[in-house]
């Protein structure tokens, strides 16, 4: 206990200790934390769904028919209509033969990798990829290979590598700290001549980019295909909660048999899956909310270009804006939220060491003035030597 007691206080002098803001609104653009009133720039909410009363409406009514909990795991008796008409819209959506909910997105990752890869195999993974895809290459207990951020060329030697059992490349699709767009195409390339599986982390694409929403594989035109597997998440742009993973029949099947993480754990609230098929019409019906979110993303970008800041090469809602140091991207963070705004302060071991940083994210929710309000605050940052 002691032992706790002084990891957390080593934990505490380093700048890293975590603390959760208690919020007393609705997710949105503006919230509210014990008294404070602040603009938000900090949510994966990038539509705008979470609190959008259409949605709220359906699963006011989804409970209504289906009651509150699944009661039971999908096999054995927690698979409602509800969820299987979901899985067909979501299927239909992003354009592949079938498609399987998960609880989670961090739960589905674990669920494929492990179904996918045993001892025998290799996975190979961009050293930024979300946590869920590294834990998910490790519970696998296959051998784990990191390349360089999108860097093909180490990949191709990694697969060169791997001649044994299965071979399966993990990759956001947008990554999650940066925003920048995984090279869909040339992974794809990669992947069919080593043989190999693409596993796409789309949880920051899907609803943001392609034509409808439909995903970062629809804007490069790539099918949801063998030896394609696309994992979509429905908490963030869908606004709701909830995860699945679109691909093949055979595939669907393997995970229907095998896949630890949907097997074992208790189906969705059938209501959450009302409530994901009318915000999923919505995401395809109203192009204007991606539209408004990719004005406000260019708005902030001429800005902070203009102010010196350094961006990075991302055309999605996720700006981040590296700092360096924890002590510099925490004072960063402090500063905004005494004038009101919320930006949060991202921290290894959640990025590299050295490449602190605040994570903007934007909502088409978002008015032109508020984010003409964050630069306005970022002109104050102190200017790099
Ligand atoms: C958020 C996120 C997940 C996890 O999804 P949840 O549904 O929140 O568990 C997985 N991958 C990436 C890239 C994410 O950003």
Same mark, same amino acid.
């Given at each position: 206990?002691?032992?706790?007691?002084?990891?957390?206080?080593?934990?505490?002098?380093q700048?890293l200790?975590?603390?959760?803001?208690?919020?007393?609104?609705?997710?949105?653009?503006?919230?509210?934390?014990?008294?404070?009133?602040?603009?938000?720039?900090?949510?994966?909410?990038?539509?705008?769904?979470?609190?959008?009363?259409?949605?709220?409406?359906?699963?006011?009514?989804?409970?209504?028919?289906?009651?509150?909990?699944?009661?039971?795991?999908?096999?054995?008796?927690?698979?409602?209509?509800a969820?299987?008409?979901?899985?067909?819209?979501?299927?239909?959506?992003?354009?592949?033969?079938?498609?399987?909910l998960?609880?989670?997105?961090?739960?589905?990752?674990?669920?494929?990798?492990?179904?996918?890869?045993?001892?025998?195999?290799?996975?190979?993974?961009?050293?930024?990829?979300? =946590?869920?895809?590294?834990?998910?290459?490790?519970?696998?207990? =296959?051998?784990?290979?990191?390349?360089?951020?999108?860097?093909?060329?180490?990949?191709?030697?990694?697969?060169?590598?791997?001649?044994?059992?299965?071979?399966?490349?993990?990759s956001?699709?947008?990554?999650?700290?940066?925003?920048d767009?995984?090279?869909?195409?040339?992974?794809?390339?990669? =992947?069919?001549?080593?043989?190999?599986?693409?596993?796409?982390?789309?949880?920051?694409?899907?609803?943001?980019?392609?034509?409808?929403?439909?995903?970062?594989?629809a804007?490069?035109?790539?099918?949801?295909?063998?030896?394609?597997?696309?994992?979509?998440?429905?908490?963030?742009?869908?606004?709701?909660?909830?995860?699945?993973?679109?691909?093949?029949?055979?595939?669907?099947?393997?995970?229907?048999?095998?896949?630890?993480?949907?097997?074992?754990?208790?189906?969705?609230?059938?209501?959450?899956?009302?409530?994901?098929?009318?915000?999923?019409?919505?995401?395809? =019906?109203?192009?204007?909310?991606?539209?408004?979110?990719?004005?406000?993303?260019?708005?902030?970008?001429?800005?902070?270009?203009?102010?010196?800041?350094?961006?990075?090469?991302?055309?999605?809602?996720?700006?981040?804006?590296?700092?360096?140091d924890?002590?510099?991207?925490?004072?960063?963070?402090?500063?905004?939220?005494?004038?009101?705004?919320?930006?949060?302060?991202?921290?290894?071991?959640?990025?590299?060491?050295?490449?602190?940083?605040?994570?903007?994210?934007?909502?088409?929710?978002?008015?032109?003035?508020?984010?003409?309000?964050?630069?306005?605050?970022?002109?104050?940052?102190?200017?790099?030597?």
């Amino acid at each position: 206990m002691e032992d706790l007691d002084n990891r957390l206080a080593a934990r505490r002098a380093q700048g890293l200790y975590r603390e959760r803001q208690i919020l007393r609104s609705p997710q949105g653009v503006q919230v509210q934390i014990g008294d404070d009133r602040l603009l938000a720039f900090c949510s994966n909410d990038y539509l705008g769904l979470a609190s959008d009363p259409r949605v709220i409406e359906a699963f006011r009514a989804g409970a209504r028919t289906h009651g509150v909990g699944a009661g039971a795991s999908h096999l054995l008796s927690g698979h409602s209509i509800a969820h299987h008409a979901l899985e067909e819209e979501l299927a239909e959506f992003v354009g592949a033969p079938r498609a399987l909910l998960f609880s989670t997105g961090y739960m589905a990752n674990l669920g494929v990798v492990a179904a996918l890869a045993d001892r025998h195999g290799t996975v190979l993974e961009d050293k930024l990829n979300h =946590a869920s895809l590294i834990d998910a290459a490790r519970l696998s207990r =296959a051998t784990v290979r990191r390349y360089p951020h999108a860097n093909l060329h180490r990949l191709s030697g990694l697969l060169s590598e791997a001649k044994r059992g299965t071979r399966l490349i993990a990759s956001d699709a947008v990554f999650s700290m940066d925003g920048d767009v995984a090279p869909i195409p040339e992974l794809l390339t990669l =992947a069919g001549r080593h043989r190999a599986w693409l596993l796409l982390d789309d949880a920051h694409g899907l609803g943001v980019l392609g034509p409808q929403g439909r995903g970062t594989l629809a804007r490069y035109g790539v099918a949801v295909v063998e030896p394609v597997i696309l994992m979509g998440t429905l908490g963030k742009a869908l606004g709701v909660f909830g995860a699945f993973v679109a691909g093949s029949e055979a595939l669907i099947e393997t995970l229907i048999q095998q896949a630890r993480t949907y097997i074992y754990t208790t189906a969705l609230p059938p209501a959450v899956a009302e409530a994901l098929r009318v915000s999923l019409q919505l995401v395809r =019906a109203e192009d204007e909310r991606r539209e408004r979110l990719h004005a406000l993303i260019a708005r902030f970008r001429t800005g902070a270009r203009e102010l010196g800041l350094r961006v990075v090469d991302s055309t999605t809602p996720i700006q981040p804006v590296i700092l360096g140091d924890v002590e510099a991207a925490l004072a960063a963070s402090r500063m905004l939220r005494e004038r009101g705004l919320w930006v949060p302060a991202i921290r290894p071991p959640t990025v590299p060491e050295n490449t602190a940083r605040l994570r903007i994210t934007f909502s088409a929710r978002h008015e032109p003035a508020h984010v003409d309000r964050l630069l306005e605050a970022l002109a104050l940052l102190p200017r790099r030597p």
